[in-house]
């Protein structure tokens, strides 16, 4: 097992993979290094002397500036480092710099998973009920409806589930819509057998007004209640809950190619490590989705702040490149205008792990996209239109993120972690810990162990290993560990008016 790790050879620092003490000594690069303080695992510490004002290199790029002299051995954090953000950018198109195929190869065969073929051609991977509710005034009664429709038993039925949100009324203009677009993307999506939409009757998201949100439905599968006109709305709504089960009895699971997938990669809690061992692992499972014809999909745009033109430099054409500007640019307006700095991250418990600057983080966030050309960028609430890397407007809070993938159409969340957390989205969301105390420790939260990336494992065999898990989630022979805990929620972006 490895104690330390240059990066990059350009790095300036070095990345420390256990507990050091004051005085204890590295040897590096013919160099014996001696600790000027303690330093935790995950943090870094200088390679040589930076001048004040010198910018400080990890991943091979500058993740901030020093704001004092920093002595070989120091330890580099908060308190020597700066960032260098502020503010909107002007980026140009470099074509020339996009990726314009997969450095990696088709595997000899088509990848397969067994999933639930529903009849407008979209693929689930679990048989579910879900109870949608169109505000937030009747959350305990859909969480009642589904209660009561766990209890029965229903055939063939992996579980009938309800996702509470505060909202649905009281909204205007953009953030009704918002809140409209999520929703009715959850109504659609494929890991659901069929839906209840569950309404007030007198909110702002009315069910005839959510029903041209929703588009075009399977009647036989989404049905609707409105609570105000009901004489009993628990008999009327487990009624219609029975009608969907009796529908959703017969599905079956047939062969499907890996293509067919579309997963969402995601970060929360990171540590020191995250942009070592468990993004990289989930960038090289990316690359070999997208190689079998499969998406992956990307959010947390401020976590992009700093890295952006590694994604613009990928950008299929033009346009795609343009659609990414915009993105950035117009989060980074969305800070301005609340009067809050850009750079306002990491979070505490994100420094407490060994990141440093937003530069760092976005650094080791983006890692999480692989290698592949970004074939699209969406709105946020936006579904997923091409295969391949698609790019989604939201921000880095994980219950936000995590529901904006489900609901442009992720079948299971990838979410990599170096501090833990229990929160599961509304679809199977795989815990990858950045290092294995964590996996060891949180055994009813971590799914799979990226750790192993620095004790020896190469990242082909673990990224391979990681494929043929997700394809086995994505079949039903493994459930997650947020499914077996019932931890199912969503949260939505809240940025308006509430009357």
């Given at each position: 097992m490895m104690d330390h790790l240059l990066i990059h050879a350009n790095d300036d620092v070095l990345v420390l993979l256990k507990d050091y003490q004051k005085g204890e000594t590295i040897e590096f690069n013919n160099q014996v290094i001696t600790l000027k303080e303690d330093v935790a695992r995950g943090h870094k510490i200088a390679l040589h002397e930076i001048q004040v004002g010198e910018p400080i290199h990890k991943y091979g790029f500058p993740i901030g500036f020093a704001k004092e002299?920093?002595?070989?051995?120091?330890?580099?954090?908060?308190?020597?480092?700066?960032?260098?953000?502020?503010?909107?950018?002007?980026?140009?198109?470099?074509?020339?710099?996009?990726?314009?195929?997969?450095?990696?190869?088709?595997?000899?065969?088509?990848?397969?998973?067994?999933?639930?073929?529903?009849?407008?051609?979209?693929?689930?991977?679990?048989n579910e009920i879900w109870v949608i509710n169109t505000v937030g005034c009747i959350n305990k009664t859909a969480e009642l409806v589904a209660r009561l429709g766990n209890q029965e038993g229903y055939e063939n039925i992996d579980g009938v589930y309800h996702y509470p949100h505060p909202f649905g009324c009281s909204q205007l203009g953009d953030d009704l819509k918002h809140t409209q677009a999520i929703l009715s993307n959850l109504v659609q999506h494929p890991n659901a057998a069929g839906v209840l939409v569950l309404g007030l009757g007198c909110e702002n998201n009315y069910i005839d007004l959510f029903k041209e949100a929703i588009g075009?439905?399977?009647?036989?599968?989404?049905?609707?209640?409105?609570?105000?006109?009901?004489?009993?709305?628990?008999?009327?709504?487990?009624?219609?809950?029975?009608?969907?089960?009796?529908?959703?009895?017969?599905?079956?699971?047939?062969?499907?190619?890996?293509?067919?997938?579309?997963?969402?990669?995601?970060?929360?809690?990171s540590d020191g490590l995250s942009g070592i061992t468990a993004n990289p692992l989930v960038g090289a499972f990316s690359d070999r989705l997208i190689a079998q014809g499969g998406s992956t999909i990307l959010t947390e745009v401020p976590e992009m702040f700093g890295a952006e033109t590694i994604l613009m430099n990928r950008a299929a054409d033009e346009q795609v490149f343009t659609d990414i500007v915009e993105m950035v640019n117009g989060f980074k307006d969305y800070f301005i205008r609340h009067g809050q700095v850009v750079y306002e991250n990491p979070s505490p418990g994100n420094k407490k792990g060994g990141i440093t600057t937003?530069?760092?983080?976005?650094?080791?966030?983006?890692?999480?996209?692989?290698?592949?050309?970004?074939?699209?960028?969406?709105?946020?609430?936006?579904?997923?239109?091409?295969?391949?890397?698609?790019?989604?407007?939201?921000?880095?809070?994980?219950?936000?993120?995590?529901?904006?993938?489900?609901?442009?159409?992720?079948?299971?969340?990838?979410?990599?972690?170096?501090?833990?957390?229990?929160?599961?989205?509304?679809?199977?969301?795989?815990?990858?810990?950045?290092?294995?105390?964590?996996?060891?420790?949180?055994?009813?939260?971590?799914?799979?162990?990226?750790?192993?990336?620095?004790?020896?494992?190469?990242?082909?065999?673990?990224?391979?290993?990681?494929?043929?898990?997700?394809?086995?989630?994505?079949?039903?022979?493994?459930?997650?560990?947020?499914?077996?805990?019932?931890?199912?929620?969503?949260?939505?972006?809240?940025?308006?008016?509430?009357?």
């Amino acid at each position: 097992m490895m104690d330390h790790l240059l990066i990059h050879a350009n790095d300036d620092v070095l990345v420390l993979l256990k507990d050091y003490q004051k005085g204890e000594t590295i040897e590096f690069n013919n160099q014996v290094i001696t600790l000027k303080e303690d330093v935790a695992r995950g943090h870094k510490i200088a390679l040589h002397e930076i001048q004040v004002g010198e910018p400080i290199h990890k991943y091979g790029f500058p993740i901030g500036f020093a704001k004092e002299t920093i002595e070989l051995g120091t330890w580099v954090h908060t308190h020597n480092i700066k960032t260098t953000l502020d503010g909107t950018l002007d980026y140009e198109y470099k074509p020339n710099q996009a990726a314009a195929t997969l450095e990696l190869e088709q595997k000899q065969t088509t990848r397969t998973f067994k999933g639930f073929v529903r009849k407008n051609g979209e693929v689930g991977i679990r048989n579910e009920i879900w109870v949608i509710n169109t505000v937030g005034c009747i959350n305990k009664t859909a969480e009642l409806v589904a209660r009561l429709g766990n209890q029965e038993g229903y055939e063939n039925i992996d579980g009938v589930y309800h996702y509470p949100h505060p909202f649905g009324c009281s909204q205007l203009g953009d953030d009704l819509k918002h809140t409209q677009a999520i929703l009715s993307n959850l109504v659609q999506h494929p890991n659901a057998a069929g839906v209840l939409v569950l309404g007030l009757g007198c909110e702002n998201n009315y069910i005839d007004l959510f029903k041209e949100a929703i588009g075009d439905y399977d009647a036989r599968r989404v049905k609707f209640l409105s609570v105000q006109e009901a004489a009993d709305e628990l008999e009327e709504a487990s009624d219609l809950v029975t009608e969907i089960a009796e529908l959703a009895k017969e599905d079956v699971r047939t062969e499907l190619p890996a293509s067919k997938l579309k997963v969402g990669l995601k970060c929360g809690g990171s540590d020191g490590l995250s942009g070592i061992t468990a993004n990289p692992l989930v960038g090289a499972f990316s690359d070999r989705l997208i190689a079998q014809g499969g998406s992956t999909i990307l959010t947390e745009v401020p976590e992009m702040f700093g890295a952006e033109t590694i994604l613009m430099n990928r950008a299929a054409d033009e346009q795609v490149f343009t659609d990414i500007v915009e993105m950035v640019n117009g989060f980074k307006d969305y800070f301005i205008r609340h009067g809050q700095v850009v750079y306002e991250n990491p979070s505490p418990g994100n420094k407490k792990g060994g990141i440093t600057t937003l530069e760092e983080k976005s650094l080791g966030c983006v890692q999480k996209g692989g290698f592949a050309p970004v074939a699209d960028v969406l709105p946020y609430g936006g579904r997923v239109r091409k295969n391949g890397l698609t790019l989604v407007q939201g921000p880095g809070n994980d219950l936000v993120s995590v529901t904006a993938l489900a609901a442009a159409g992720a079948h299971i969340v990838l979410f990599t972690t170096g501090r833990g957390t229990p929160f599961g989205g509304p679809v199977p969301t795989v815990k990858l810990s950045t290092n294995t105390p964590l996996y060891e420790r949180k055994k009813n939260w971590i799914d799979f162990n990226a750790g192993e990336l620095v004790e020896g494992k190469e990242l082909n065999e673990l990224a391979d290993e990681l494929l043929t898990y997700v394809l086995q989630v994505a079949s039903g022979e493994i459930t997650t560990h947020n499914e077996r805990n019932g931890f199912k929620e969503i949260a939505l972006f809240k940025d308006g008016v509430i009357l």
